[in-house]
Every structure is written in structure tokens, then in C-alpha cells.
């Protein structure tokens, strides 16, 4: 091993954050060691009564060991574990209740630290000083002083043994520092690390996140995506009709106007759900429903495209989660059925008390205008909603036909 390799751990950055690290354990049991001297002199003393020192003493100790048991105690030594050592630990997952198992390693590792830390401070206190004035004698400063003093087998006179001496004792604390910081760094997952229940909670933590950003992109995907195909659609035929039927024109851009407008609420809608923090909700746009199907037929209609809508059951009693994701399904096959197929589209809701069944059938697209993949976005983010509720979908060619069928179960929604 070089002499520049040797000494890499002395002036290593992490050796002196490790070192504060030890530090803090050595303040954080500066309290405990004064309440040891205080009981310790009780104790070796008569004038307070034997009985009311052990109950104090009790009570110390209750009070002294509590605080190694709470998760904020954990959360905090968590804090500055991933600061100081640079060991990369999970913050405890908010809301859940460490088990005996977790709380007792945790207490395991705050005492192993402030033990570690007092004595890396005490060595700090007494034993550097000392180094240094042992090297700081070889220079002639406090030599006199020095002069009258013996230490083990040197005395005042032993000078370059004492500086010897001195260096040893430092680089010896050095090296001390980075061994004990490096073994904190090791064993601070094994203690501080999550326990299985933990990583459990961790991971439907970041499922449900996940399922909500996915809940997100269908609602962008489904939303904006039908407003910006309504508004294409309408510009194409526009652009056509300019010359020969100004008032087709002019009521295409008022559809493409709504269509921007509606566009706007449901982007303000998602970036709502975004904002969200602390339990806070801003003021978002309301999501639609099956109430709202026939805005959303209109819209269809202005483009060009014949909606013919046969429906049974009062929508009003459909569980609100479902009349969401209805709503949603119709939408993203009419707009499908609008960017590749043709028109008339079919429509079938039956709203029975357990369960929501719809159809759409339209006929299949000309090659030119066909759906390189028919299973794109818009069908994935069908299939997610139906399989978030239990339910099941049909999709794909029915010989000259686009059929859609889904089925969305009430149980478990209200």
C-alpha cells in the first residue's frame, strides 16, 4: 500500500463527516452523563434517604430509555445517517407504527451511537490536547512546563520522543475517527434499516402513486385528446367549406372554441390533482359523468359524426366511480371512432343495479386512416379502468366492425 493511500483516510471529507457524526452521539450523551454523576454521588452519599434515590433513580431511567423507542428518535438518527455517513437509508414510511423488532434495534443503534460518540469525545478532550503539547514543546513553546512533568517512562527532556508521541496520538484518533464512521456506515442498515412490514407499506406506498399517475395520464390522454381531435376535425371540414358555407364554418369555430374551453377545464382538473399537498385541494374542474353524455354526443356530432345512443336505467343510481370511468370509455371510442372509422356510431348503455354494460359498434376505418397498433394509449388506459373496477372489456374487429364492450361492476365502488 502507497504512503498516499495510507493517509487518504486521514483527509478523506467523509472521515471528517463521519467524525461530526460520532460528535453528535457524544453531545446527545452529555444528559446521560450527567444524570450517571448526579445518581452516583446519591448514591456514595447520606444525606438523601436510599429509598427516594432508587425511586428517582426509576424514574430516570424510564424517562432516559423512552426517547431510544420513539420513531421520531429513528427518523432523526435516519436524518443524519444519509447526511453524515453517506449511507443511503429509506425515510420510515409516514403513518405506520414500527413493530417491537424495529423500536428495539433502532435503541440498539441510538445507545451503540452515543456510547461510541462519548468516548470519541472524551479521547478528543483529553488526548489532543495532550498530543499537542507534546509537539508543541519541540518548538520551545510551554517546554518549561513541560520540563517538570513525567509521562510513563518519558519525561520533560525526552523531547523528540514526546513529538513521537504526539503525531501517534493523532493520526492514531484518525484513524480511530474513519474506522469507527466506516463501521457506523455498515451497520447502520442493519439497525436502522426497514423491516419487512415496513418495506411492505413502502411498496403500496409507491403502487398507489403509481396508480395515480397513470390515473392522471388516462385522464389527460382521454380528455385533451378528445377535445384536440374534435377541434382538428372540425378545422379540416372547416377549411374546406370556407369558400361555399361561411355558417358552417362559422359554426365549426365555435365548436373548436368549446372544445378548447373544455380542453382548458380538464388540463386545470389534472394540474389540480398535481398541486395537491398537505390534504389542501385547490378548486378544480368538476369531472364529467354520465350526465354529461350528451355534451360529449354533441361535440361528436359537429365533427361529422352520427351518434345513435340507446340507453336504459337511470344514471343517477350508478355509484360515481363508475358513471367517471363510463363516461371516460364512451369518450375515448368516440374519438377513436371519429380519428378512424366511420361514422354511425352505436351507442348501448343498460344501467342494471348491479352493473354498467356499454357498447359502442361503428364501422371499421378506410386503410388510410386505420390505427397503426388499434391498441395504443387510449385502449390501454380502456383496460386499465375496467381492471381498476373488476370489470370486463371486449375490444376489436367484428368483421366490417369496431365493437367495444365493457362491463363495470357496482360492488365495492359505492
Avoid: C, K
Avoid at 452523563?33 to 436510599?50: D, K, N, Y
Avoid at 484513524?175 to 411492505?200: F, K, T
Avoid at 361561411?246 to 365548436?255: D, G, Q
Amino acid at each position: 500500500m502507497t504512503p498516499r493511500a495510507m493517509l487518504a483516510p486521514l483527509v478523506a471529507g467523509s472521515t471528517w463527516r463521519r467524525g461530526v457524526f460520532l460528535l453528535l452521539g457524544g453531545v446527545l450523551a452529555l444528559p446521560y452523563g450527567l444524570l450517571a454523576v448526579t445518581f452516583a454521588q446519591l448514591l456514595a452519599g447520606s444525606e438523601v434517604p436510599r429509598p427516594l434515590v432508587f425511586a428517582l433513580l426509576v424514574i430516570a431511567v424510564v424517562i432516559a430509555v423512552v426517547p431510544l423507542l420513539l420513531d421520531g428518535s429513528r427518523a432523526l438518527e435516519v436524518a443524519a445517517v444519509r447526511a453524515l455517513l453517506g449511507v443511503d437509508l429509506p425515510d420510515p414510511v409516514p403513518g405506520h407504527r414500527s413493530d417491537r423488532e424495529t423500536r428495539l434495534r433502532s435503541a440498539l443503534w441510538i445507545g451503540t451511537h452515543l456510547t461510541i460518540g462519548a468516548a470519541v469525545m472524551v479521547a478528543l478532550i483529553t488526548a489532543v490536547p495532550m498530543a499537542l503539547a507534546f509537539i508543541a514543546q519541540q518548538f520551545g513553546i510551554g517546554a518549561e512546563l513541560m520540563s517538570r512533568e513525567r509521562f510513563g517512562p518519558l519525561d520533560g527532556r525526552d523531547t523528540g520522543w514526546l513529538t513521537l508521541t504526539g503525531v501517534a496520538v493523532l493520526v492514531g484518533l484518525g484513524y480511530a475517527v474513519a474506522g469507527l464512521g466506516a463501521l457506523a456506515g455498515s451497520m447502520a442498515p442493519v439497525l436502522l434499516g426497514p423491516a419487512p412490514a415496513e418495506r411492505i407499506a413502502a411498496l403500496e406506498a409507491q403502487a398507489t402513486r403509481l396508480a395515480e399517475r397513470n390515473r392522471l395520464a388516462r385522464e389527460l390522454h382521454d380528455s385533451v385528446g378528445h377535445a384536440l381531435t374534435v377541434a382538428t376535425l372540425q378545422a379540416g371540414a372547416a377549411r374546406e367549406m370556407l369558400d361555399t358555407d361561411p355558417e358552417f364554418v362559422r359554426r365549426a369555430l365555435s365548436a373548436i372554441e368549446d372544445a378548447g374551453r373544455t380542453a382548458m377545464d380538464e388540463l386545470d382538473h389534472v394540474l389540480g390533482l398535481l398541486r395537491e399537498t398537505g390534504g389542501d385541494r385547490p378548486s378544480v374542474a368538476p369531472q364529467r359523468t354520465l350526465a354529461d353524455l350528451e355534451r360529449l354526443f354533441t361535440d361528436a356530432r359537429t365533427t361529422g359524426l352520427a351518434v345513435h345512443a340507446q340507453r336504459s336505467g337511470d344514471p343517477a343510481r350508478v355509484p360515481a366511480v363508475v358513471s367517471r370511468e363510463g363516461y371516460r370509455i364512451v369518450q375515448e371510442g368516440l374519438t377513436n371512432a371519429a380519428r378512424y372509422g366511420q361514422g354511425p356510431v352505436t351507442l348501448r348503455l343498460n344501467l342494471h343495479p348491479d352493473a354498467l354494460d356499454l357498447e359502442l359498434v361503428n364501422a371499421v376505418g378506410r386503410p388510410d386512416r386505420a390505427d397503426p397498433g388499434r391498441g395504443g394509449r387510449g385502449l390501454d388506459g380502456m383496460r386499465e379502468r375496467v381492471l381498476l373496477l373488476g370489470g370486463q372489456l371486449t375490444v376489436g374487429p367484428d368483421g366490417d366492425r369496431w365493437r367495444i364492450q365493457a362491463r363495470l361492476p357496482y360492488e365495492g365502488t359505492r
